[in-house]
């Protein structure tokens, strides 16, 4: 169970670090993340010293990226990334420059790395408010706006869960009888936090891509025609409505 556990986490994160670094992510790259950190909380357990473990973890992760590279950017021509430009790269999968980075970057996973975390992100939440002036009921709204974010938040990540492992038996099954589509559909979301949110949504789940989204409309790819069945009216977007109409009510 933990290690369904770290491999959704480590999904979720990499995602997430994703946007961050270039404002987009894919689902592959989803799946990707969760199989890397998986790999970096097994080697963080080996009886090897930091730099050591820093190498292996580096490692695993170029080659989890060089193999899913060539299955969704060389063979299913998804283009999710190249690596082209970059020098020494190995046919525009992986580089130098990314191994170096997560060479950094990957130092362990443990307890105690998890709770220097905490800490700093309690340490950032704190300068943010006192001397930034930021305030987190802008962000998160009442506790019972909270509770209902991180609900949204652990559905969306069983809907990854589930949407990864019914991709992985297209991919597998019938790689040959893939029929993608694009389907336009509206949403009846009236801010545009809850419409990013649903935009968002269906990027993270495997298989669905949010192509545009404009004036409550928006328009999605999916892998397979029988994935677009519905999505006008997703779990997504009803748990969204349900949290926007008790926004509204108060």
Known sequence: MQYVLIYAAGGLLYGLIEILWRGWTHWSMVLCG????????????????????????SAAICTAEFYTGCLVNL???????DYSAERLNLL??????????WLLL?????????????????????FCRRVLGYEWRVFCGSPAGIWAMARYFAHLLAEMLKAGLVIMRIIYTRPKGIEPKLVWFHTPLKTDRRRAMLADSITLTAGTITVRAED?????????APLAEGIE????QQRLERMEAAQWSK
């Open 106 to 126: 990957s130092g362990g996973i443990s307890v105690h790395t998890c709770l220097w975390g905490v800490a700093v992100s309690a340490l950032i939440t704190w």
């Open 216 to 224: 409550g409309r928006m328009l999605v790819h999916t892998l397979d």
């Open 92 to 101: 525009g999968q992986i580089c130098p420059r990314f191994a170096l980075l």
């Open 34 to 57: 969760g199989l890397c950190f998986l790999a970096m909380y097994l080697i963080s357990g080996l009886p090897l010293c930091l730099m050591k473990k820093c190498v292996l973890s």
């Open 75 to 81: 063979r299913l021509g998804w283009n999710v990334w």
């Open 233 to 236: 009216d997703s779990s997504f």
